[in-house]
């Protein structure tokens, strides 16, 4: 009965001649697969985006403010105006600024998750770092307007160590300070790092994770110390994992428009100007070409990353 | 044949700069001591395990010593503790005279060609093979001539500037080689080298480690749990189990002269006979063991020649080998018996009887356990 079973040839049922036509042409099942989450990223992402940009090459009639569909450049010389210029480099130095300040707050606890933790401190260092994103982005940063503000937790505590001089000190520095840190670059700076921090970490931590041990070994067996093996091991194999994170806090901090609103001198940042033109100002070619400012930006900063090998070891 | 040529001409060029090499002032030390590594009551436990329970072993300079033993033997981390990667739990170990407790891994004068290699996978080979003297500060250029000349020695010009990820097993291998060999190290620590080689490749690097060995004067302590390699390719061997050594000598004592069950069993499958057995054969009651090679299938009515042992048994298996047949043999009075007959005999047939003899001197007497 099972022999039977067993010798008869299976069943030509149609969906099993489905399975059969897919088993053989593997281009055919890769393009089913594939079909539904390429026109996603294709139309909704890509498509979005290029319509936005696509505006950027059209002006406005400055007297009846409507969009004049005439390709033009015009557009494009209105960013290097001195207060857009002043926007754009104002904005990149911030985004710089967060993005190494990441790097330096995240690197220690990646390395630490993954050279280190086991087990239970693993599963803590997950739910630590992944904690923040948990609760509402604007409740976070409404929080840290009261922490930075003049009478806020961050003052006093400041005070209560006798710090208050060196607050003070730091507050009356040009640029980086303010009347208050919740008006200062200082606060934003402070609130984008623990915003995007997470991102930095994360990517860093999956790459580190990546190095084998033995490779740390082998350096060490070869003479380095541990510092050495440091520069010439660890950093350039973690390379991609901060470059991978420097893209995440590098590019939310310059699309943000919401927290430069809230913490932060008065001075407009990049996605704030975006917002307004386009909101407000109704201007849409001016907020496509600024958005088109980032893509470049990143596009460099990748291009920078490759040329010093960053990418090597992936 | 021009291979075994090419190996004997290539170290002579590097030694010279090796020499050098050995002379700058990084790694000094005392070159009067007797043993290149010694153990004394050397343990390490992880937790409640003791990998390492108690080894002395006194490794002389220049030679090529074994470490063999199954999985968990401790043989491996025996070798981690020479080149610092682990610390012991109890003992000491010297290096050239000198006691390395606490001395870190970057300052011992050892290096080691690590089982996966370990080649940084974001250097070319040169870059690999430099490492070590780039770290040590050395100039670019002298660098790099040092660097092709441990790559000739291992046989890679040519490939300076591909990355590992672009190497087979076996040039990886050579790059890990050369990377250790270029720094000209006291002792070279090998950590089952050969493991991921297929065959053939397995067994060319045994003649090529060898003779590099014999060229470049270094002590060599290679792991294995390969037999073969071991025996092939060590001055001595050392025998692991269960984190002792069980029994230290020549490759031909460990393999003719097993001091233990142990030893006779997993180099080369030797037959143990018991003691009673042993007693009623020879008179002496200790255990003894029989290599396989050295019984022999004579015919059914043969007469037993003097000196000689016969039994009798049935055919369980036939295992061909290629160039031998290995036969388990069933006896009533010795019970399983394992030969080998060279392929020039016809081997007998699953299920036939069959009579077997050996000399009662290939009875060889093993340590009373």
Known sequence: ?314 | MSEELDLHSAPRVGSETFQRLASMPLRSTSEAATSAVSFRGVERHFGAVKAVDGVDLDIRPGEFFAMLGPSGSGKTTCLRLIGGFDQPTAGSIEIFGEAVEGVPVYRRPVNTVFQDYALFPHMNVLENVCYGLMIRGMDRAERRRLGVEALQLVKLVGLEVRKPGELSGGQRQRVALARALVLRPKVLLLDEPLGALDLKLREAMQGELRTLQHSLGLTFVLVTHDQGEALSMADRVAVFNHGRVVQVGTPEEIYERPKSRFVADFVGGSNVIEPALVKAWIGVERAASVRPEKIALIEADAPAPADFIVLDGRVAQVLYHGAVSRIELVTAEAGRLFLTIPSTVAPPQQGEAARISFSRDAVHFMEPE
């Open chain 1, 1 to 314: 009965m099972i022999e039977a079973a067993l010798s008869a040839p299976p069943s030509d049922s149609p969906l099993r001649r489905v399975s059969d036509v897919l088993v053989r042409r593997r281009g055919l099942l890769l393009a089913l697969l594939l079909t539904p989450p390429l026109l996603w990223l294709g139309i909704i992402y890509l498509g979005a985006l290029f319509a936005l940009l696509a505006q950027s090459v059209f002006s406005i009639d400055e007297f009846s403010g409507t969009v004049v569909y005439q390709p033009t450049l015009k557009t494009y010389a209105e960013l290097f105006s001195p207060a857009n210029l002043d926007i754009i480099i104002r904005t990149i130095a911030v985004s710089t600024v967060v993005t190494l300040l990441a790097v330096i707050v995240a690197f220690p606890i990646a390395y630490y998750a993954a050279r280190y933790a086991r087990g239970g401190m693993k599963a803590l260092f997950y739910v630590a770092v992944m904690m923040p994103l948990w609760s509402s982005y604007l409740v976070k940063v409404y929080a840290w307007k009261l922490l930075l503000a003049k009478e806020g937790a961050v003052g006093w505590f400041m005070q209560a160590a006798g710090l208050s001089g060196a607050l003070d000190a730091w507050l009356s520095t040009p640029i980086v300070g303010g009347p208050s840190l919740s008006v200062s670059y200082t606060g934003m700076v402070l609130v984008f790092l623990y915003l995007w921090t997470p991102f930095m970490v994360l990517p860093v931590q999956a790459a580190l994770e990546r190095v084998p041990v033995t490779l740390i070994q082998a350096s060490g067996d070869l003479g380095a110390k541990p510092s050495q093996t440091f520069c010439h091991v660890i950093l350039p194999l973690a390379a991609p994992g901060v470059v991978a994170g420097s893209i995440f806090t590098f590019s939310l901090t310059l699309g943000d428009y919401i927290v430069p609103q809230i913490v932060g001198p008065s001075s407009l940042i990049l996605g704030q100007v975006v917002y307004t033109q386009q909101g407000t100002a109704g201007n849409i070619p001016l907020a496509a070409a600024f958005s088109v400012a980032p893509v470049i930006i990143m596009g460099v900063f990748l291009t920078i990353a490759k040329r010093t090998g960053a990418f090597d070891a992936l």
